[in-house]
């Protein structure tokens, strides 16, 4: 079982760029996530998505858009670089909704925003 | 405002030591509390879920508490391992969320051998 796949592991990009962060999942889980985490701080919720087409905000979502079109994928777009967002990124995906059951981590990308 | 506090952030022992690390919440009104793992350059790994109306749970040598009335969460590691080193985050659902957890900042923790 590959779980949650996060890819590339690692990433430098100059300031104004964009990119994409890959998220795929294989355990048919509706709910994923996208978290980012700063230095000695915890994960903060950037984006989530309940199912296939339904994506919402979270806490941190500016300079970042994503998109469902299937359920196995949740890709993260970076739009314009910057250094504010240079940070791990997780993905995660969860079998349930509220009771937060099942909540499966990837393994991060490093971004560095030079 | 949801905000989770853990103290401390960074913790280090002699290995066989019991230990227990805290985890504060300021909105009562949670679903669950979760207990994760997190390995340099890892993911991470659930190691234990509270349920709102449970007090603890209880995986191997790992004890989580939960006292929702005063916002108060205790992982409880016994006979501490250098394996056990890593950071150590709690997380709390909202009762008005949908499955996002609110996390801490992480107690990173060394057992040295």
């Known amino acids: 079982n590959a779980g949650v796949t996060q890819t590339p592991k690692f990433r430098i990009l100059k300031i104004g760029q964009s990119m994409t962060l890959q998220c795929t999942q294989d355990m048919n889980h509706n709910y994923m996530y996208w978290y980012r985490q700063d230095p000695g701080m915890g994960l903060k919720l950037i984006y989530y998505?309940?199912?296939?087409?339904?994506?919402d905000k979270g806490e941190v979502p500016n300079g970042y858009n994503v998109s469902r079109s299937t359920t196995e994928d949740f890709p993260l777009r970076l739009e314009l670089a910057a250094p504010s967002q240079t940070s791990v990124y997780f993905c995660a995906s969860s079998r349930d909704r509220v009771m937060g059951y099942g909540y499966t981590f990837g393994s991060g990308t490093r971004l560095t925003v030079v | 405002k949801q905000e989770v506090t853990q103290i401390p952030a960074a913790l280090s022992v002699p290995e066989g030591e019991n230990l227990v690390l805290n985890c504060s919440f300021t909105d009562s009104a949670i679903y669950n509390l979760q207990w994760f793992r997190q390995d340099p350059g890892k993911g991470l790994t659930s190691l234990l879920l509270?349920?709102?109306?449970?007090r603890e749970q209880t995986s191997g040598r790992l004890n989580a508490s939960l006292d929702k009335s005063s916002g108060r969460s205790t992982l409880y590691i016994a006979a501490s391992q250098p394996g056990d080193s890593a950071t150590y985050l709690c997380a709390v659902i909202r009762q008005s969320n949908t499955g996002k957890l609110i996390f801490g900042q992480g107690t990173t923790l060394q057992v040295k051998p």
């Open positions: 998505s309940v199912g296939a087409g339904i994506t």
């Open positions: 509270i349920q709102s109306s449970q």
